[in-house]
């Protein structure tokens, strides 16, 4: 048996052995890929890419006319039929072929894996949720919209104060809307528009538990319900 078809039999027996695995996941058996399974589809791949390059490179001597057994340290020169060398040109695109359904299935495993992280993650948060109602605040303004931000407060003796706005979202932002000022995942203070001109606003500042004064940059969302 000559080098290329021991590559040959090498590679189609790791082809074979992750086409198994890939035949009884799509039976319903495992649901999601655990990390040896990833780590072993990955082990497959690197043997048959190097698997690849070796006979890439067996084809390019065979081109040559350079053949692959040696006598006295001597190469001897070959010259393989047109049929062999298509036949074992064939065998390579469709190793190729392999490899890459090989690997695009290995890519959907990480990110069926990684969606499962993230939904594992939230259930646990809306867990947390239903007996924390500060958690679920946090949540909500966090994830709120952004409505408008802070251009400039104006605190003046003789004007008044009042606070500049850039509206974001002007379909959503009516004179009376009140908005408040997100830091974080808190709740600063409240604002209540007066006046818009265009793509901006005019408000007030809302009295509220403490002292407080929008900043410029201030993100401004509709207040969480609760």
Known sequence: ??????????????????????????????????????ARIRLQLEEI??????????KRLREMGVGSSTSNNVSQPTQPSPSAVEEKEAKLREIEARNKALQDELDMKLKESEVKKQEDVLLEVKDLEKTDK??????????????????????????????????VMPEHVQVDTVLAVR???????????REIIGKEGIADVLPGIGPFSPEAGDELIVPPAF
Do not use: H
């Not at 048996?1 to 035949?23: C, E, Q, S, V, Y």
């Not at 890419?49 to 006979?55: A, Q, S, V």
């Open 134 to 167: 500060e958690l679920r605040r946090a949540r909500q303004i966090k994830e709120a919209l952004l409505m408008a931000k802070v251009s400039e407060y104006v605190n003046n003796p003789n004007t008044g104060s009042f606070v500049t706005i850039q509206l």
């Open 49 to 58: 890419k190097r698997e690849e390059l070796n006979l890439n490179a067996e």
């Open 1 to 38: 048996m000559d080098t290329i078809k021991m590559l040959l039999a090498a590679t189609t027996a790791l082809l074979l052995g992750a086409f198994a695995w890939n035949w009884y996941n799509q039976r319903g058996e495992i649901k999601n890929a655990p990390a040896n399974e990833l």
């Open 183 to 193: 830091r974080k995942d808190g709740i600063a203070g409240n604002i209540k528009v």
